[in-house]
């Protein structure tokens, strides 16, 4: 089967593009425009000479950017950062120039290779149409995904989560063999949860411009099964926990910040509740709603492990060694959701079993922030605009 893969250079999406290439004969094709979260050294095994594609001219590089941060206020205006950016994500690596049509290219490297990855924005219908002919299935995590991002600035959410999505879904109008559409939403289009555990069927009831924007698209992309016949089926996964987390969520933030002994900021009282997944099992989940989906259908996938953000901390505190005096409640993030919750009756249905031991992977993936520091070390050292966002959002708080 031919999978195409967009975000894979993200935290879920190279999680699964690993998972998938160990446990099955799979190709891929990854889409992924590199923004400040796509990382190439997440899948840099996968990678060589000949399958990472990256356009030939400055002009056709700067068009992968462009749609991306040129409103951010934190961001040089005119896209010159994010190219810049874009260059320094490929130091290190020898990409190979899209010289010929697009379509011929990836189809010559899959015969000898397993995975292609493009760097390309899923903006560019011209690309997802190359790349969606050749493919069985589509996995579309590309996204925005950090919701103070969203708070400081929605603009990039509204292209790529938006715009960007309905490019892939009106791609996928144009072609016949694609078998599945599997559309990565999130729990947290359903709002927050108070006293009771969503089911898909509940009113969608987003709460910040990001879980709105997806939550535009998760409707969108069923819209597009009943509209258009595009075999869909809508993933709505809980908060995802693991490796290669970029690090500006609440694990890697609060594990680099202790291991640094720097003060760990928290968002107000710290007693918001999340539901955590862990990312390989996200992708297992997926792997059955490849399988097993049903088209049309939505389906939750839910840890069923709800903790409070300040017990996330504490354990972080408790593994890396350091004092609770490094805790700092700072302001909160307006329109916080208090809780996530769903029931994912409806994927066990399916034969879906989760059965791991959340304590176990928590230690885990604490560990391996530890244990990884080159990797974290290498993207706080080198993205300008990273500090300029940590600062610019925390200065507020
Ligand atoms: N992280 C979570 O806890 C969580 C939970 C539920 C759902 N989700 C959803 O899962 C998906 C993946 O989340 P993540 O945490 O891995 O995100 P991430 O921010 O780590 O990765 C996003 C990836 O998408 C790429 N990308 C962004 N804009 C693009 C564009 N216009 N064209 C091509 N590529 C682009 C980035 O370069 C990056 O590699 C998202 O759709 C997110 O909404 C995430």
Redesign the pocket.
């Known amino acids: 089967m031919i999978l195409l893969v967009?975000?894979?250079?993200?935290?879920?999406?190279?999680n699964f593009v690993k998972h998938r290439l160990q446990t099955t004969d799979d190709k891929m094709i990854i889409?992924?425009?590199?923004?400040?979260?796509?990382?190439l050294d997440n899948l840099k095994e996968y990678l060589n000479d000949s399958n990472l594609l990256i356009p030939k001219t400055q002009d056709d590089l700067l068009s992968v950017t462009k749609?991306?941060g040129e409103r951010l206020s934190y961001a040089v205006p005119d896209g010159s950062a994010e190219l810049k950016r874009l260059t320094s994500k490929l130091e290190g690596f020898n990409p190979n120039y899209v010289e010929s049509d697009l379509y011929d290219m990836v189809k010559d490297i899959l015969k000898k290779d397993k995975v292609v990855f493009v760097v390309?924005?899923?903006?560019d219908s011209k690309t997802d149409q190359a790349l969606m002919r050749l493919s069985d299935v589509v996995v579309?995590?590309?996204?925005?995904?950090?919701v103070d991002r969203s708070i400081f600035d929605a603009d990039?959410f509204i292209?790529?989560?938006v715009y960007?999505t309905y490019t892939l879904l009106e791609a996928a109008k144009n072609v016949s063999n694609l078998k599945k559409f599997i559309h990565?939403?999130?729990?947290?289009v359903y709002g927050h949860a108070i006293g009771k555990s969503f089911k898909e069927a509940d009113p969608l009831n987003p709460r910040n411009p990001?879980s709105s924007a997806?939550a535009a698209v998760d409707r969108m992309a069923y819209a597009y099964h009943q509209t258009y016949g595009i075999p869909i089926v809508i993933a709505?996964?809980?908060?995802?926990?693991g490796s290669n987390?970029?690090p500006e969520?609440l694990i890697p933030v609060m594990t680099i910040k202790a291991l640094k002994n720097e003060p760990l900021p928290v968002y107000g009282d710290g007693r918001q509740e999340r539901d955590w997944?862990y990312v390989e099992d996200?992708a297992r989940a997926i792997d059955l709603l490849i399988k097993s989906g049903k088209i049309g259908e939505a389906y939750n996938i839910a840890g069923n492990n709800e903790r409070e953000n300040i017990s996330i901390v504490r354990k972080i505190l408790e593994i890396t060694g350091r004092s609770e005096k490094l805790i700092d409640h700072v302001k909160d993030r307006p329109g916080h959701d208090v809780r996530y919750s769903i029931d994912d009756s409806k994927i066990k249905d399916l034969g879906w079993v989760q059965d791991r031991d959340f304590d176990k992977q928590f230690e885990y993936t604490v560990n391996w922030y530890i244990q990884n520091q080159n990797w974290w070390e290498k993207i706080l050292n080198k993205d300008q605009e990273y500090k300029a966002f940590m600062k610019a959002w925390y200065e507020e708080r």
Do not use: C, M, W
Request: proline content about 2%; cysteine-free.
């Open positions: 967009t975000g894979g250079a993200g935290f879920i999406g190279s889409l992924d425009s590199l923004t400040y979260a796509g990382v749609q991306i390309a924005n899923i903006i579309h995590f590309a996204a925005e995904s950090h990039a292209k790529t989560n960007g990565i939403s999130t729990d947290e990001y997806k709505r996964p809980s908060n995802n926990f987390q970029y969520k997944l996200t």
